[in-house]
């Protein structure tokens, strides 16, 4: 294998600015429900698998996963817009509140956390993991891990089409047949819930970016894994790209992909320890990291771990953007959480600068043991101890709660180099013509205006 020179001239301005300052923190109760109620399979609240801020309609939505149980509970998946105050001059956030919920479904049919089976037929078995929406039409984009899979829904949660897969990511063993529920069996394509775990638009609407969690069942001895470039009008795969992490150890991978503009990006990559249902605490290391496309190898058809493979991986800064790891709170035992999933560019302030939001997915504080029985998570953030309980019934006792969703608000600088490259996505043509169509009643006030206003003057 022969890596080419990474791209990091673009970067080097960007890399050397100091990040976002954090401004504040949410934490939202584990047992907070959506508009079903709270009941852990239908109702308690999904927290930020992704985040994502739509800037024309000033909505806020976070996607719900799979659902609590790791697949083995029965969860209809769905998609929460909620509101935030956000303070105009420092960006300070408060007062989360979740306002609609739409399930993703077929016809009459919701599509189910539960793992494929039979484990070669993905029907309607769906983990959603990133989410964007198509500033050309307003439908959702939703990608998912199962798949790993890329579906479009329309603004009522029914199932539009689903993009087309480029062969070489579906999990498959060596005689093809894929197995979408385990690794069992699968020599190639993605690994066992580390598919389409990012998802990017670009600001014209015309292309979609799902970034693969972690590295192929037959790339696992290089440190890369693929961006895959879709075209939005044919659903079609056009393009990949090669991501070298940075993060090594205790199964690293990417959690959120967020368009700057139609080739620059945020990529949010982690490693598997801090505050979660199961996980060590210490040795926590989660980054922002600034990356360019422009000039990276298309590898389609390229091994990336195969002796003599020669291209051009994405460019990334050198230094992280956000270090997610700088911020703790004394209210979580000052540790940094395990699964910082969530990222969105929120409003433009009112000095210039934006809002930053990061967000965690909290497993709905539900694990299971040994002989895969779930269990509710109830956590003492004074003494860091956890203890399982039946799903739904607090055995913990007073100074024990659930896991908590975080929200973390940042505020960049004015000028910031990532933020100077930023474009918004352009609203789809209703939108611009209700904006013309105001633009032209304010005109032609205007206009009405000007006579009067000229008679009195003459006067």
């Not at 080419?4 to 300052?21: E, K, M, N, V, Y």
């Not at 508009?35 to 992704?50: A, H, T, W």
């Not at 913990?396 to 960049?412: E, F, Q, R």
Request: glycine share 10%.
């Amino acid at each position: 294998m022969r890596l080419l020179t990474p791209l990091l001239l673009a970067l080097s301005t960007a890399a050397q600015a100091s990040g976002p300052a954090f401004v504040n923190a949410l934490l939202i109760p584990g047992d907070t429900g959506d508009l079903y109620g709270n009941s852990v399979n239908d109702g308690r609240l999904g927290f930020f698998s992704d985040l994502y801020y739509d800037p024309h309609r000033n909505q806020w939505w976070g996607l719900s996963d799979r659902g609590p149980g790791g697949g083995t509970i029965s969860y209809e998946t769905r998609v929460q817009r909620f509101t935030l105050d956000v303070d105009p001059n420092t960006g300070a956030i408060a007062n989360f509140q979740v306002v609609q919920t739409i399930k993703f479904m077929q016809g009459p049919t919701a599509f189910n956390g539960l793992a494929p089976s039979p484990t070669s037929v993905l029907g309607l078995a769906f983990d959603p993991e990133g989410f964007v929406v198509n500033p050309l039409n307003g439908r959702f984009l939703v990608s998912d891990e199962y798949g790993p899979s890329l579906y479009e829904f329309d603004r009522d949660g029914q199932f539009v089409r689903a993009y087309t897969n480029p062969s070489n990511v579906i999990p498959r063993n060596a005689s093809n047949v894929p197995n979408y529920a385990s690794n069992e069996g699968n020599t190639a394509g993605k690994s066992h819930n580390r598919g389409y775990e990012g998802l990017a638009i670009s600001p014209d609407g015309r292309h979609a970016y799902a970034m693969l969690q972690s590295q192929m069942r037959d790339e696992l001895t290089a440190p890369y894994t693929r961006i895959v470039k879709f075209d939005t009008d044919s659903g079609a795969a056009v393009a990949q790209y090669a991501y070298r992490f940075d993060i090594s150890g205790n199964n690293p991978g990417i959690s959120a992909l967020l368009a700057v503009n139609d080739h620059q990006f945020l990529v949010l990559e982690r490693n598997n320890l801090g505050l979660g249902v199961d996980s060590a605490y210490d040795g926590a290391d989660k980054r922002v990291y600034f990356i360019d496309l422009a000039g990276a190898t298309d590898v389609s058809g390229i091994d990336l771990d195969a002796a003599g493979a020669s291209f051009t991986a994405v460019g990334k800064a050198a230094t992280p953007w956000i270090d997610l790891d700088a911020v703790t709170l004394a209210a979580l035992g000052n540790v940094s959480p395990e699964k910082w999933e969530g990222l969105a560019i929120g409003p433009r302030l009112a000095d210039g600068s934006y809002l930053i939001l990061t967000g965690t997915d909290n497993d709905y504080s539900v694990t299971q043991n040994t002989d895969g029985i779930q269990f509710d998570m109830y956590f003492n953030f004074t003494t860091g101890q956890r203890q399982q309980c039946d799903l739904g019934v607090n055995c913990a006792g007073a100074g024990w709660s659930l896991l908590p969703g975080v929200l973390h608000a940042y505020k960049t600088a004015v000028g910031d180099p990532v933020m100077a490259a930023y474009t918004a996505p352009v609203p789809e043509p209703e939108t611009w013509a209700m904006l013309l169509a105001g633009l032209g009643l304010v005109g032609l006030m205007a206009r009405r205006r000007t006579p009067a206003s000229s008679q009195a003057a003459a006067a």
